[in-house]
Structure formats: structure tokens, C-alpha cells
């Protein structure tokens, strides 16, 4: 007589559990149809005996996105922060010396990598970027730059009629020194054609991060949950990062996130829960028996959320921003500190601990006695300056939040 469900089940979680390989059939068995509190169980065993003799940390970042310009010309249906070429009245683009200011003010108040982040502009090629990178690497070293991903690469080639192997290998000598991941979306043609028609194809942008790896570049890895996918797709998206993954050991961490339902072509019609945002970070760590973070996200999910991915497999919880405008044009509200933020980590039953972009702990707050009390670490929305800080006084100060 055949086992019930829960056995058949359960046993694949033990597997897993244990460090065995799931099938993509078995991870979306599981996904679908396992009790939520024994698939975080397992991920959560997985974790432990991962990051064994240190399990009872739990890592955050200190970052800035600076946001180059908002100039686009792929349309993406679920972005709130693109302006098309000819709309005049609302593209804008920041000048280098507006972006080192920004940079300045990261290092004042100890944020150690910047996130490059903008749309695909019809004028921005390889030049554009190596000029940026150089004269951040030239003013900064110590910033670690980690940004873009492969449809910028694969746009700024496009523009400056170079390969994508040149474009990195450009990049990377002017100062990038890994790349974000950004672009990933949803991997799998169907929901990707639907929320992206004009981006690359999931299999371009997983054979320009293959490409970039096998260059040198190492990137983090990443979805956009919640804009109609099926669970089989989601599933698809972790199956083909796996199998370039076997191949490169290039992708440091999985970051799932979820869709943001203001301002933008999808109108909300679709959206992940918070439940099935967990069952991602769970999943992730039992499939992703290769990639060695996960991070959760208290910036799209909210921060009792972030807490609890923390038990669900997440080893990461993700960074004080000190300027995020992409997510936040879509409506993401939650805002923090770097107080609050280790309180948070330290509430879930973790030692909290500051990181840098490889994973390497900065600062371990083991005595709650010696908590930072700088309290301009704060994730701004929109932010062009922070206040108290002296970096660029000429810059409008926008009031924390
Ligand atoms: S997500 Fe990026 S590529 Fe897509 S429209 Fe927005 S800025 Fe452009």
C-alpha cells in the first residue's frame, strides 16, 4: 500500500534536512503541500549545520543605493521608478559629482558597499559606467561596489557595440567589484515575457552571470515574487540558478523579494503573501544545497517577517539602506534603523553581527551594553542627504522617517 502524502513528504524533508539533494519535483512537492512549521524546520536544521560553531549569528549591511538616473527604455510592467526617453518631465539623471557626494556621506556613516542602480538609459554604455566606477574607486577604495547585474550588461554591450565579455572585464577593471543580481526577475519565459517583455531572456541573463563568473565577477542571486508566477515557475526560477550554480560556485546568496503593488503597470493585481514569502526562504535553503546565504528581507515583507526568515533558513537580513527609491516607489513602507535593526536580529534569538559584501563579519554585537548610537543610520526614502551629516551640505536634506 502506497505511504500517505505526509510520510512521503516528511521523508524528503529528512533528506533535505540532512543535506540530500531534492529533485525540482520534490522541491515543489514540498513547496506546495508541507506544513509550514516543519518546512522551516528543516531549512532551519540546514542552516545550523551549515554554519555550524557560528549558528547563533545572524548578518546585516550597511549600504547605500544611489540611483544614477530613472531613464528607461524597457518598460518593465512591475516598475514604479522608470521614466520612458521621451518623458521629459519626469526622467532624471544625477551628475558624478552629486553621486561621490552621496558615496561621502556612505563612508561618514560606516556603510561599506554601494548598489548602482538605474534604468536602462539609450546613452549610458560601457564608457559611462567606467568613468563612474573609476572616479568612485579613485575617491572611495574602500567602497565596495556591488551592483547592476546582467541586462545592464547586457544593454550597456548593446549601446557600446562591445561583447558582454569586454563589458565586464571593462567594468570590473575600472572598479565594480561584484555584481547585485539585478534584472533576475522571474527566470522562466512565461511570467518573464509577461512582466518584462523587452528584458533578456532568463537564459541570457543566466549565461551573461555564468560569463561574468567565469571572469572573476562574483554576484548574488535574485526574485521577484508575486506577479502572477505559478509555484511550478518559482520553483523553475531556483532550478536554473542551481544548475549554472554547479557549474560556477559564483552566486554568494539567494534574495527572494516580493512584487510592490503602487504606481506601476500591474496595477497590484497580483501579489505574494507573507506565508508563501517564508515557504521561498525555506525552500530556497533545502533546494539550493549550493549557494551558501539566503537573506531575508524585512524592506518588501515587513519586519516581523524578516524575524522570522531568520527560523525559516535565512542566515542574512539584508541592510540599512541609507537611500532606497525603487522598491519604495512601488510602495514598500518599511523603514528602519541600525539600532533597530540589531535589536530586531537580537529579538529573534540571534547575535546580531555587521557584515561586509563577502560575508565577513565587521563587528559582532555580543554585549547589547556596546550597540552602535549613531542615530543618522536610518533607510531613507528618496533621501539626497542625511541629516547631521557633513559630507554635502548643499544638498536638500530630506527629514528621516
Ligand atoms: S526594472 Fe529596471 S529595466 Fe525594468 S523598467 Fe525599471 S528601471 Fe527599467
Known amino acids: 500500500m502506497p505511504r500517505p502524502p505526509q510520510y512521503r513528504l516528511q521523508s524528503v524533508l529528512d533528506r533535505a534536512a540532512e543535506g540530500g539533494r531534492i529533485t525540482p519535483e520534490e522541491a515543489l512537492d514540498l513547496y506546495r503541500d508541507a506544513p509550514l512549521h516543519a518546512l522551516g524546520a528543516a531549512a532551519d536544521a540546514v542552516r545550523r549545520r551549515l554554519y555550524a560553531g557560528t549558528e547563533h549569528i545572524a548578518t546585516y549591511i550597511i549600504e547605500r543605493n544611489i540611483n544614477y538616473t530613472n531613464v528607461c527604455v524597457t518598460a518593465c510592467k512591475f516598475c514604479a521608478f522608470y521614466a520612458a526617453p521621451k518623458d521629459k518631465a519626469n526622467g532624471w539623471t544625477r551628475d558624478l559629482d552629486d553621486i561621490l557626494r552621496r558615496c561621502a556621506e556612505t563612508v561618514e556613516l560606516g556603510g ?16 559611462y559606467y567606467e568613468k563612474h566606477f573609476a572616479a568612485i574607486k579613485a575617491a572611495y577604495p574602500q567602497l565596495v561596489i556591488h551592483s547592476l547585474g546582467a541586462s545592464e550588461v547586457e544593454h550597456m554591450a548593446r549601446i557600446s557595440k562591445v561583447t558582454v565579455e569586454e563589458a565586464i572585464t571593462r567594468i570590473h577593471a575600472a572598479g565594480l567589484d561584484s555584481f547585485a543580481g539585478a534584472g533576475a526577475e522571474l527566470l522562466p519565459a512565461r511570467p518573464r515575457k509577461a512582466i518584462a517583455p523587452l528584458k533578456e531572456s532568463g537564459e541570457r541573463w543566466l549565461e551573461i552571470m555564468e560569463i561574468a563568473h567565469g571572469l572573476g565577477v562574483e554576484s548574488t542571486s535574485t526574485m521577484l515574487m508575486g506577479t502572477g508566477e505559478t509555484n511550478a ?14 557549474r560556477t560556485g559564483g552566486f554568494r546568496a539567494f534574495i527572494p523579494y516580493t512584487y510592490q503593488p503602487e504606481n506601476n503597470h500591474l496595477k497590484g493585481q497580483t501579489q505574494a ?11 530556497a535553503r533545502l533546494f539550493l544545497d549550493n549557494v551558501r546565504h539566503i537573506q531575508g528581507s524585512w524592506l518588501t515583507t515587513g519586519k516581523e517577517i524578516g524575524q522570522l526568515s531568520l527560523h525559516y533558513g535565512a542566515d542574512d537580513l539584508g541592510s540599512i539602506m541609507l537611500e532606497e527609491n525603487v522598491v519604495s516607489s512601488a510602495g514598500a513602507k518599511h523603514r528602519s534603523n541600525l539600532l533597530e535593526l540589531i535589536q530586531l536580529i537580537r529579538s529573534a534569538g540571534r547575535v546580531p553581527a ?42 536638500k536634506l530630506i527629514a528621516a522617517t
Request: aromatic share 6%; hydrophobic share 35%; net charge negative.
Open 112 to 127: 561599506t558597499q554601494i548598489m548602482f542602480q538605474g534604468g536602462h538609459h539609450p546613452d549610458y554604455g560601457v564608457e
Open 233 to 246: 515557475e518559482r520553483i523553475e526560477h531556483l532550478r536554473m540558478i542551481r544548475d549554472v550554480q554547479d
Open 273 to 283: 503573501t507573507q506565508f508563501e514569502y517564508l515557504r521561498m526562504i525555506a525552500i
Open 354 to 395: 555587521q557584515r561586509v559584501t563577502t560575508y565577513e563579519h565587521v563587528v559582532v554585537h555580543d554585549d547589547p551594553a556596546n550597540d552602535p548610537v549613531d542615530d543618522r543610520v536610518v533607510s531613507h526614502v528618496s533621501s539626497t542627504a542625511i541629516a547631521g551629516g557633513t559630507a554635502h551640505p548643499e544638498l
